[in-house]
Structures are given as C-alpha cells and as structure tokens.
C-alpha cells in the first residue's frame, strides 16, 4: 500500500495559550483580552477577571506540560503547534524591558518538546491582546502597536532562535473582520468601531505581519514564518450568476488577507472596496516596502464550508460559523458547524493555485460532548468515533489534495488535548485526543485520559497516513 504523504509530513495537533495554559496571573503574566472575555464572544467583557472564566485555569497546561508533552510523543507528534502568550512577555506590552519569567516558561516548553524530536510550531499573537494594548491604545486600531508587536516579536525570534524554526504571525488574521475585540484588541464595541478604523486596524496588523517576516528572516535565515487565515471555502447557493458574484465577494473578503501576505501589495477588488465605502487608509512611508517581506508558506484552519447568495432573505447566521447560507447537502456538528471534507481539498487547491507556495493546515476538527466511560483495562476512556470519522474523512481529502499536486507541509488538528473553547468558552465542547477531567461548572481532577481517537491518530501518524 502507499500513501500520498510525503516522506517527512508534519504530523501534529495544535492549541493556543490562552486556552489551555491557565495560569493567568502567575509569573509575573500581566492581563490579556481573554482574561476579561469569560464567555468567549458570547457575552460582555468585565472589568476585572471573574471565576467563571474557565480560561483563567485552562486546563493548568502551564505546571502540567511535561506530562502532556509526553502524551503527544506516544502519539508520535512531529511538530506541536502553540501560541506565546504576549502578556508573559510584556505584561502590558508597551514596556521596554521583557519578563524573563515568562520567557523562561517557552525556553523549558520548546526544550521538553526537543527531547522528543517534536517541533515547536508558535504563534506570536492568538487571540490574546495584553489588555493594556487594548484599554490604553484601542487595540490594533493604533499605529503604535506595530512598534509593541515588532519588540515583541524581536525578543521572541532572538531568544528561541534554535529552539524554533516555524512561526506564524497572527492566529486566523481574518477574523478581526467578526471579532474586533478578541482578534484585534479593539476595545471599540463592534456596533461603534467604523469600517474605517477597523481596515486601518486590518493595515496595522498586515505591516506588523509583514514586520515579522522581515526581522524574523534577518535574526535566523532557516526560520520558516507564514500567515494564519481562517479558512471558509465559500460556495454560490445555486448556479444563479447573482448566487456565484456574491460568493466572489464574500471570498474576496478572505483572500485579501492571503493576497497580501503572499503577493505583497493591495489587491485591485480592495482598492474599489475601499473608494466605495470611503475608506481611506493611511499609509506611513516604507509601508509598501515592508509589505514585500512576503510569507514563507500559508497556514490555515478549517472547520466549515458555506453557502452565499445574492437573495439577502436565505442568508443566515444559523448552522453556519459566520454568515453565509446553510448547505442543503451537509449535516452539522452540534454547534452548529456544517461538516464537509471535501470542502478541505477544495481549499487546499484554491490557495495553491492562487500562491503557489506550501500550505500548512494548522487547525481541523470536531468539537463534541464527550462521554468518559471505563475501558476494557478499566482506564476511563471515551469512545469517540465520531471525532475519528471526521478525522479520518477530512485527511482522505487532504491526501487527495495532495494527489492533485497540491504541496502540503504538515497537519495539526486542533484541541489535541481538550482545552477551552474560543467562541463559546466551555470545556464542554471537547476536541482533543486526549480527555481532561475539568468541568464547565469548574468541577473535575484535571487528570488526563487517552481517548480511542488516542489510538486512531498514532496509527496514522506511525503509518504516514497508509491506516486511512
Ligand atoms: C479557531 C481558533 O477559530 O477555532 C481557535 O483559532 C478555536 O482558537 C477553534 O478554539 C475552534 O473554535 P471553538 O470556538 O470551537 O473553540
């Protein structure tokens, strides 16, 4: 039998620190946006950290790691993708001088990741704003972000220098276009913030990005850095020439960010968004000379598909994650979230056509209710096929993809080990191979449990695939 992965295919999962590191005020950690958000984008922002913040001990990542490191290595974990919490580094991130605690934190989680030849992975900003950034400057909306980002990312590439090799730059950059606050640190409530405050924040973090592409090739020429997008392959509703122009649109929307970070200038489709909506961005001098500091490879997560149509009145925002129409023809997670692999083959094939450059899919997977019962060696354990099933249907595709030429680095699933969930932020919504005994109501031992899926991955990962 063979397999379409290529020989040396990053095989891994990937979290982010807000969600799982917990730890939120220890070691000198100042506040970030998370800490105040304690319903994801569901509900309000408060003024302090309050106990019903499930993120605010995440599944205590920070004093457990060694163990879960350990658990990703029996899976045989290539590559283990995580975020740098900004607010350890400089708690409120306008500081000049670093918090050495914070670094040295990232110091012995790269080092305990080497020690099994696993790869650190790391994105710089994940939906984690020091919360100083966000209050004092309005987020991204501020120019002077760019200079706390780019001290930021100078120190970070400087000291782990040989301890990592691939960086992305901001999480799912597009998102700010949906979560302003959790995305880009806008303070601005959504239903305030202008479009054009919100594109000059969109200007912010694309020079920032492209900032960190520059300095990060400068501090180690081997560093491999690339954009995240979220990724939404959107579909015409029906074969009507209205249904397809506004699937275009709503596509364009997205890809600006991938044009950007790969091709280095503005696309045409957005210069016209801007005239006719009276955007206008302020450009410094030197912006379109940074912007040329294009990305090494694009990165990106995937979870849905959708639909888009030019008849306002079938648009909604139900069954899918963000707008669009639900698609007659696919079945939705409980959250909500329409199910389609082959929308990932799709995907891979449209931004390798578009960049030519590696793709890196650093997010998929299933959020569910698990239930943990007892195994045959009477270990807890959770038997979720379901979490298999859509695994396992989404790598065939990407295989396929991979088939039709398309040059694909590596995979991370999301949620390898089960942490807190971004929109929503319930435990209960579970993604990972590994079960954690924590609770939404903040009960729960915090013992880890390898799930059946557990199982499942370590034979794709230990056949390159051929077990699919
Ligand atoms: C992506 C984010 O949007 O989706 C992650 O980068 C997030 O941070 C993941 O956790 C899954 O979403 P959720 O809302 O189910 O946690």
């Known amino acids: 039998m063979s397999t379409p992965f290529p020989e040396g295919f990053l095989w891994g999962g ?36 309050t106990e019903d913040n499930m993120k605010l001990v995440g599944i205590d990542f920070y004093h457990r790691y060694k163990e879960d490191v350990k658990l990703f290595a029996e899976m045989g974990f290539k590559v283990f993708r995580t975020s740098i919490a900004w607010s350890r580094i400089f708690p409120n991130g306008d500081e000049l001088e670093p918090n050495e605690q914070g670094l040295q934190f990232y110091d012995d989680l790269f080092d305990e990741c080497h020690k099994y030849g696993i790869e650190p992975l790391v994105t710089l900003s994940h939906y984690e704003t020091p919360l100083h950034l966000s209050k004092q400057y309005d987020g991204w909306v501020n120019r002077k972000l760019v200079g706390f980002y780019e001290r930021y990312a100078r120190k970070v590439f400087t000291r782990y220098k040989d301890k990592v090799k691939y960086w992305l730059t901001f999480n799912e ?17 959504k ?85 006719e909506h009276g955007i206008d961005i302020h450009m ?39 707008g669009g129409a639900p698609n007659p023809y696919l079945k939705a997670s409980e959250w909500g979230w329409q199910i389609d692999p082959q ?67 590596g995979y991370t699933s999301w949620g390898c080990i089960d942490l807190v969930s971004a929109s929503t932020a319930e435990l209960s919504k579970r993604y990972g191979f590994i079960y954690v005994d924590r609770h939404d109501d903040n009960t729960g031992t915090l013992e880890r449990y390898r799930k059946k899926s557990f199982h499942w991955y370590k034979d794709v990962i230990s056949t390159n695939g051929q077990s699919l």
């Open 191 to 275: 239903d305030k913030l202008s479009k054009q405050d919100l594109y000059q924040a969109i200007h912010h973090e694309l020079v920032a990005s492209a900032t960190a592409v520059k300095i990060g090739h400068e501090i180690n020429p081997q560093a491999q850095i690339g954009c995240m997008i979220l990724s939404m392959p959107t579909y015409p509703l029906t074969p009507n020439p209205d249904d397809v122009i506004a699937a275009m649109k709503s596509e364009h929307m997205n890809y600006f960010f991938g044009d950007v970070h790969a091709r280095g200038v503005y696309p045409g489709y957005m210069k016209r968004y801007f005239r």
């Open 284 to 322: 410094e001098p030197g912006d379109a000379e940074i912007l040329k500091h294009t990305v090494d490879f694009i990165s990106f997560s995937y979870y849905v598909s959708i639909c888009e149509t030019g008849d306002s009145s079938k648009r909604t925002q139900e069954g899918n994650l963000i």
């Open 14 to 49: 990937a979290v982010a620190a807000n969600q799982l590191e917990g730890a939120y005020n220890e070691d000198g950690k100042g506040l970030s946006t998370q800490d105040v958000a304690p319903q994801g984008i569901k509900g309000p922002i408060t003024e302090v950290p």
């Open 173 to 189: 950059i597009n998102s700010i276009l949906h979560e302003p606050f959790m995305s880009g640190g806008i303070y601005t409530p």
């Open 343 to 409: 929308g990932l083959r799709y995907v891979l094939n449209m931004f390798y056509d578009r960049y030519q450059k590696p793709l890196f899919i650093v997010e998929n997977g299933l959020g569910a209710k698990d239930v943990l019962v007892t195994g045959e060696d009477g270990v807890p354990t959770v038997n979720d096929d379901y979490r298999i099933e859509y695994l396992n249907d989404h790598l065939v595709q990407v295989g396929e993809a991979i088939e039709d030429g398309v040059e694909v680095m």
